[in-house]
């Protein structure tokens, strides 16, 4: 594969694991999932983790995976790249790992005393890579196993700061976040 192919793959792959944390902006709010409780003075996961968030986002997620399975057979006619479908168990794995990847982040950053909405460099970058790919991989190893080949794991890790940086801006922007990450 050249870098071109793997990085459209790389991209295709994380599709509907990148998308649930930029529809939870726009779709989230309401009941928090910790219910408003705490520990250790601090709160459990924070308002910025909310039910509607977090089913509207593994929702447009599944929606998403369905719609590359959907365009696959004309999208490597076309390019050449044989970009894979995605199973039914990663079709829902990758939504909700990355939302639940975004949600222990959020619980790690309040275990440290950090605020809703503050930064951790590696961490809100990288919490929906590992939550996504990890809990692909428990439900559906064959499929990561050729699906993920390391130049893509590799393209995943260089491109997700590059990506998770632009829509974060792109989203405070149009008034949709408080803060630009
Ligand atoms: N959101 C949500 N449910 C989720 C994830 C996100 O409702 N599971 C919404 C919330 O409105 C949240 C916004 O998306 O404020 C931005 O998400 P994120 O940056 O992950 O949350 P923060 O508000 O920054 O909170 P934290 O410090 O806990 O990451
Ligand atoms: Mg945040």
């Known amino acids: ?60 997620g599944v929606v998403v995976a369905l719609a590359l399975n959907a365009v696959e057979p004309t999208v490597v006619d076309w390019t050449g790249v044989a970009v894979p479908t995605f199973s039914v168990a990663a079709t829902v794995a990758l939504p909700t790992g990355a939302l639940l990847g975004d949600m222990a982040a959020s619980f790690v950053k ?3 005393g950090h605020e809703r909405g ?4 590696g961490l809100d970058q990288y919490d929906l890579v590992i939550g996504s790919l990890v809990l692909v991989a428990v439900v559906d190893w064959a499929w990561v196993v050729d699906a993920v080949t390391l130049p893509v794991l590799i393209a995943i890790v260089v491109l997700t700061p590059v990506l998770h940086r632009g829509t974060n801006v792109a989203a405070y922007l149009l008034g949709l976040k408080e803060v630009p990450w």
Not at 118 to 121: L, Q, W
Request: glycine share 18%; hydrophobic share 50%; charged share 15%.
């Open 1 to 60: 594969m050249d870098l071109v192919a793997v990085i459209v793959v790389a991209i295709w792959v994380m599709l509907p694991a990148y998308i649930p944390n930029n529809v939870a902006v726009v779709v989230g709010g309401g009941r928090p999932i910790d219910g408003g409780r705490s520990l250790g003075g601090a709160r459990l996961l924070g308002d910025g983790k909310t039910w509607r968030g977090t089913l509207g986002g593994i929702a447009a």
């Open 110 to 112: 309040r275990r440290l």
């Open 118 to 121: 503050s930064s951790v460099p």
